[in-house]
């Protein structure tokens, strides 16, 4: 596997016309050592989280690879959404991608009402403030995977009327 640390110029990617599994992930864990290729050539990224560098040099990558390529994300969840919402813009289709979240990690909320994220540790199912409009958020598994984050609605939306 490659290096967090290492320059976006020396993540340079797979060769171009890569066509096999291209395994990505982010956090400090190797999650994805074990995970099974199907005899496809595989190609191994870490990143430390999926900031703006990391997801450059995803996008990178895929943009270098070859039609039937098959992506793995491991790692926390706001990574992998993030990730997952940055490859699906680069026209990977969801039968190509995998996603392995980890069972505990951040989980972005995006606010219904004000449109901000809100980045949390809080599990599935209970209340967090927006940080954009202050209201305070229910979240459920509603998941996009168009804005990256579970879907937050105003918890008090019933007894406002």
């Known amino acids: 596997m490659r290096a967090a640390s290492q320059s976006p110029a020396t993540v340079t990617g797979c060769e171009p016309g890569f066509r096999g599994v291209i395994c990505v992930s982010f956090g400090a864990a190797n999650t994805l050592a074990d995970h099974d290729a199907g005899g496809m050539p595989r190609q191994d990224f870490r990143f430390?989280?999926?900031n703006p560098e990391a997801l450059a040099n995803l996008r990178s990558v895929l943009e270098r690879s070859c039609v039937g390529v098959r992506l793995v994300l491991a790692g926390p969840p706001a990574d992998v959404h993030a990730a997952a919402s940055a490859?699906?813009?680069c026209g990977l289709v969801d039968e190509e991608i995998t996603l392995l979240c980890d069972e505990v990690g951040p989980r972005v909320i995006f606010c219904g009402h004000c449109h901000a994220s809100t980045t949390t540790d809080h599990p599935i199912g209970t209340d967090v403030?927006?940080?954009?409009?202050?209201t305070t958020l229910t979240f459920t598994d509603h998941f996009s995977r168009r804005v990256g984050g579970y879907l937050g609605f105003s918890a008090h939306a019933e007894e406002a009327a």
């Open 48 to 50: 430390a989280s999926a």
């Open 87 to 89: 490859v699906a813009e």
């Open 129 to 134: 403030d927006c940080r954009g409009c202050a």
